[in-house]
């Protein structure tokens, strides 16, 4: 009883001590639990996050191609079959050829003209099941009708690598530097209207029976990233 009644003061506190303890540790675990969940949840949040930029990122890329087939709509043709990526070029020096990455299985077929907002790209020439070569109005055996635009008139333009067009007219035809030539009807392949590009310098040629206009294209093609294709006519 003396060693009880001793010991019972100093220990009286142990109790307490360790009641105390255990909802410390029980906090605590709570507590840690609670912040695996917030990692979790954290984690699983920045995940929808990428995914919805990913997904954000992709409209806003759709919007744009939209908005471009929209704009060459209104302001070259109404026949838009489809908006194609350009997935390769022909760099040999020789030609000037874009190949894109939609083809027949996509209804692409042969004859069907390309352009871009900024004007002319070429023709259609030959069709895979998921690809389609274009001749570019820049390649040697391409042959595309041209008007001046403020002016009567109709003459040829025939593409002169690396990055010119030579288009021949009638002597009587009125064409100057800094020209716009659109698509004209003497070809029948294109229609009416597409921006062609800019004349630089018109020379005299044949004695004077033909001038030859040596145009700037409106559209880089080492830049082209996507192209619209038309129906043909």
Do not use: C
Not at 7 to 25: D, E, K, Y
Not at 161 to 175: G, Q
Not at 195 to 213: D, F, N, S, T, Y
């Amino acid at each position: 009883p003396r060693l009880a009644l001793t010991l019972s003061p100093p220990t009286a506190p142990l109790p307490a001590l360790g009641h105390r303890l255990g909802q410390n540790l029980r906090a605590a675990s709570a507590i840690l639990l609670n912040r695996q969940d917030l990692y979790g949840e954290n984690r699983s949040l920045k995940a929808q996050l990428a995914q919805l930029e990913s997904e954000n990122r992709r409209l806003r890329l759709e919007v744009e191609r939209l908005s471009r087939a929209l704009k060459v709509r209104a302001s070259q043709a109404p026949g838009v079959v489809a908006v194609a990526p350009v997935v390769g070029e022909d760099l040999s020096g020789l030609y000037r050829r874009l190949v894109l990455g939609l083809g027949e299985r996509d209804g692409l077929r042969p004859g069907m003209p390309v352009t871009a907002p900024e004007g002319l790209v070429g023709l259609i020439v030959g069709v895979t099941e998921n690809r389609a070569l274009v001749r570019t109005l820049l390649d040697p055996e391409s042959q595309v009708g041209v008007r001046p635009e403020k002016a009567p008139g109709r003459g040829i333009a025939r593409g002169v690598p690396p990055n010119l067009l030579a288009a021949e007219f009638p002597p009587t035809v009125r064409v100057v530097p800094g020209d716009l030539l659109l698509t004209g009807a003497p070809l029948g392949l294109f229609p009416d209207g597409i921006p062609v590009g800019r004349v630089e310098r018109v020379e005299r040629i044949q004695g004077g029976l033909k001038q030859r206009a040596w145009v700037k294209p409106l559209v880089e093609l080492s830049l082209l990233e996507e192209v619209i294709v038309l129906r043909p006519l």
